[in-house]
């Protein structure tokens, strides 16, 4: 049997957060990430035994009873996950009954989950209603995204249309567009459960003047979305920068056309 630290599970959380904080993604503290794991998956590692220790959530996490999440700790910087990850990861089992959870790995230094966490297990509930296979929720502050908060109307409609303008790419990969919340105060339940309701339509939730909630299969699928929603934002950002003139651009026609070719389908009533 193998530490669990060696797993690939570790290894891609170590990866993903080190590639977010190279850009620019998750200042300091700020960032976090869950990634739901089964009990057969985590059965056979040594070190994933004993309860460390045991915490109430907050609310009726029940749909998520006896799932793994392997969490980023409150307060630590993505940028020493990758060589503290005993310290700065943990895992946590959900109890029976969704009122609390158990730490069986990790957080060495008396760390617990991020103070998201509840948002983060009321987006995976919503997520696994949609498509039981998506197992990650990502929480970063991509700077162009954040940024289109401030200067854009706060409608679904247009944020998603304007990034689906910005790259061909950007249709296929979140055809469903891009889900908004009203500004509200981070780490509480009730941002936790507005976002939860927007998970239910869309994988990647903007929460205006702050970041972005998103979630996909793998972390891999997860950083994916991330980077094409954040590299629409900066093409639009660039677009400023040359005098915001846009002489041509890519058509409702056309972006039906890129979904049809690839065997999505739009978010209904977004395109003209």
């Avoid at 089964?38 to 996490?61: H, P």
């Avoid at 158990?102 to 997520?127: C, K, N, Q, Y």
């Avoid at 939860?196 to 929460?207: E, F, G, I, P, R």
């Avoid at 040359?242 to 041509?248: E, M, P, S």
Wanted: proline share 4%; net charge negative.
């Amino acid at each position: 049997m193998t530490k669990f630290v060696e797993s690939s599970f570790v290894k891609n959380m170590r990866d993903v957060t080190r590639e977010s904080y190279l850009r620019y993604w998750d200042e300091r503290n700020g960032g976090n990430v869950s990634y739901r794991l089964t009990a057969e998956e985590v059965k056979d590692f040594e070190d994933v035994a004993d309860v460390k220790r045991t915490y109430e959530l907050g609310f009726d996490a029940s749909a998520l009873a006896g799932y793994y999440y392997l969490v980023t700790g409150t307060g630590c910087h993505f940028r020493n996950v990758y060589g503290n990850p005993e310290r700065d990861l943990g895992l946590v089992k959900i109890s029976e009954d969704g009122k609390s959870y158990d730490i069986v790995w990790g957080f060495e230094a008396g760390g617990r989950p991020t103070s998201e966490f509840p948002s983060h297990l009321m987006s995976h509930i919503e997520r696994l209603k949609v498509n039981p296979e998506q197992r990650v929720v990502f929480h970063c502050h991509p700077t162009n995204l954040i940024a289109l908060s401030f200067t854009q109307e706060l409608s679904e409609r247009h944020l998603s249309r304007l990034l689906w303008k910005m790259q061909a790419e950007s249709i296929v990969v979140f055809p469903e567009g891009v889900g908004v919340i009203p500004y509200m105060t981070p780490g509480t339940n009730e941002i936790g459960e507005a976002t939860a309701t927007k998970m239910a339509d869309y994988q990647a939730v903007l929460w205006p003047h702050h970041g972005l909630f998103a979630s996909g299969i793998s972390l891999d699928d997860t950083y994916g979305l991330v980077e094409v929603l954040e590299k629409a934002a900066m093409i639009f950002s660039q677009i400023g920068v040359q005098g915001g003139n846009i002489k041509q651009a890519i058509t409702d026609k056309q972006l039906q056309e890129i979904a049809d070719y690839f065997h999505v389908t739009p978010h209904e009533g977004f395109l003209n």
